[in-house]
């Protein structure tokens, strides 16, 4: 019977393991703004952006998958080095932004570029937008640090034109940790031709777009509008061990 008992305390003890909370959490959901005119009302100060646009799909390249920065001037400037991407309307791409060590490196399609950072932030704007009829993108099936965010950033032109000010979505992911994954999938879907750039039916250079913008936003107060993000609760090795052990022992106690 006592044997019985340290069985069933080692079971007790290896499920509250299981059960307790993580104090930890990966990130915060600052909540989605829309349009251009309430970001820049929020204040934010941007430092580097990955970017996906649709360019004009390699007819004659225009870093389609880049990477900018502020350049201290009220403008953004694109590094050197960037890339030809073809996009294909309505197919979804795969995305990875690490930040590690001071090196902002992005990666899609099996490409990657790679930016020095020497700039701290703690926010993380995910901005879609397209200007043309019919247009859409979304940035989805996002993760932080393996952590589900659970939002999506998307924007759809219904309109013969969707003007700048009214063609854009961000989605706010704040309290982020030094160093971060960031992975995810775009999907921009389009009419016309966007590698004739005569055709103007279709979308060129940023008329349709994803970026990922890290600097820095305005503090949050916590609210019912804001979800706080926990890291994920693991059945550990140790507690499966003891609860293993634990049914073990009582199935040799209900056969002596």
């Known amino acids: 019977m006592n044997k019985c008992k340290s069985f069933l305390a080692l079971a007790a003890l290896g ?5 307790a909370p993580v104090s930890a959490n990966a990130f915060t959901l600052g909540g989605v703004i829309n ?40 403008g953004q400037t694109v590094v050197d080095q960037y890339r030809a991407f073809d996009w294909v309307s309505g197919q979804g791409e795969d995305f990875t932004l690490t930040f590690e060590d001071g090196t902002l490196t992005y990666e899609i399609g099996g490409q990657k570029l790679e930016y020095g950072i020497t700039d701290s932030f703690d926010d993380l704007f995910i901005r879609t ?3 043309k009829q019919n247009n859409s ?23 013969a034109r969707c003007d700048y000010w009214n063609s854009s979505q961000y989605l706010w992911l704040t309290d982020l940790e030094e160093s ?13 031709d966007a590698k004739n750039l ?10 349709l777009a994803f970026q990922l913008k890290l600097g820095n936003g305005p503090e949050l ?6 979800e ?7 059945m550990s090795l140790f507690s499966v061990g003891v609860v293993s052990l634990a049914m073990a022992g009582l199935r040799r106690q209900e056969k002596g």
């Open 137 to 159: 993108v979304v940035v989805d099936n996002l993760m932080l640090n393996d952590q589900a965010v659970g939002e999506n950033s998307s924007f759809a032109c219904l309109e």
């Open 198 to 207: 005569r055709d103007r039916t279709a979308p060129h250079r940023s008329e």
């Open 35 to 74: 349009g251009e005119a309430d970001f820049e009302e929020l204040g934010a100060t941007i430092d580097v952006a990955a970017e996906g646009r649709i360019g004009d799909l390699s007819g004659a390249a225009e870093h389609e998958f880049n990477i900018h920065y502020d350049n201290g001037s009220g």
């Open 221 to 226: 107060e916590t609210g019912p509008e804001l």
């Open 180 to 192: 971060f994954t960031l992975t995810g999938t775009t999907t921009m879907t389009w009419t016309g």
């Open 228 to 234: 706080t993000v926990p890291e994920p609760v693991s």
């Open 15 to 19: 499920i509250g393991f299981l059960g």
């Open 129 to 131: 937008t397209a200007r």
